[in-house]
DNA sequence: CTGAGGGGAATGGTACTACCAATAAATTCC
DNA sequence: GGAATTTATTGGTAGTACCATTCCCCTCAG
């Protein structure tokens, strides 16, 4: 059964804050606030709206952790141009709530990068290729360097995903990368590199040669290849490691029996 | 070329709001807190975490707007099971920040759906294919209301995705759904919904029949034609409406000449 | 005229207080 | 025993005060 996705008109009372966010979505709609462009000062936009400095900056915080402002003290606000890191943050409660775990966004991976490698072979620019084997010879040049080459790895792919030429795939994955990246540095360490190596160079070289049925099978064994050992390490471990807390948080139960 | 990502070590100074979401973060991770249950009250958990309830809020706005709680005024503060609109507010300002069109939304669906199908044919359990044909028979039931047979439309694709059985892509995409929506109503009403049912029909019976190769072209065919209407009627249309603002904005320039 | 340095103003970050409105549990009343 | 009312709790908003950082302009020495 789906789950219900409730587009209930609950539109009733809306925070402030997400009238905020509202009218910022317009005006970046409507061309009033460019990317890059400097924001008013807190205390002015706060006065413009009609709202407390308290709200707006709500709104500001909720823009900002989502990566379409940045904010810095003596300086200013500013509209962020391109926003690379903008699902990062979501993407990682996602996982963390919906338990998806490193298997799952394998298959992901799974179903979309080697139709993409496809593209990629029928689309691709001169440039683009460039781009891919640059990835390549970095990923060689950093065989002893597990976190570099990983890295690489990764570019390798978003290289493909550029080449494809299609960015709202490439945005979304971008994120899935990331969030496997951890996760594929340890496997990396049990790996040969020439072995991964192997299986890039596969899928370079069919691109370069245009053949959409070669690259879509290379990516494919590339994929399955990754997802397996992927999923082998991840078994040996149980989640994720965040990052350290403030303080010692009071575990009380939170069942305030009034 | 890429983009430059700018994994720039910045950690410096983080914000206690960006430290806070650190925090819950680990706690969810660790099970301290658990879907479903109730947080403690903000004026506590201020307390506990030794920061201001102002600091505090603009943490807990952030999770809310992204969907990782929900607050209510006399009741409380909990955490949400699923996180279904979790990517929905980030990736409506990725589209507006990064210029994304409509077009570019649909070559996304035509790279990603297709292969969807196919996996659907292979995996979908009886319950799943009831589904698709439940969706199937509401957008018969409304042909007449043109929200309502758009709305069973996207629905369809998402039992397909479900079928699929990848929550990964699944969500990103209910996100590009959403895009689209309006501008899939619109389309629908210079279109014969016949026309759109037959597309539909076909691909269910493909994927009823298990035929995965039928299944990937139905779902190819149907959306070339989708994307055709929407790119022409998109011509016409400048850019998407956004809701209301609060009040006027004070359109001064952002360019404080101190 | 040029460059280095200092001071002031503006900006975001945080804390704290006060009050409002909505909610739910406890209480009272019929 | 059930319904209406009261009461305490909770999130929502506004407003003030102060801090640390940053930038800009002005001054002054060379």
Redesign the pocket.
Known sequence: MLALVVPIAKRR?E???VKLIAVFKQLIAEGTLEPGGR??????LAESF??????L??A?KVLEIMGVIS???????YLNKGADAILREPMEFLILLDGISAHELMEARLLVEPELAARAALRASEEDIAEIHRELGAMEAAKDDHAKFVAHDLLFHQAVFHAAGNRVTSLMFSVVHKSLDKLITMTSQVVEPEHTLTLHRRIYQAIRKRDQDESRRRMTEHLVDARDLLTRAAEKQSHFQMTARIQTLKKKEPR???
């Open positions: 009372k925070d402030v804050t924001l008013p000062a807190e205390r002015e009609g709202v407390s400095r308290s709200s900056r709500q500001l904010q810095r003290v003596g300086d200013g606000t305030p029996s009034r």
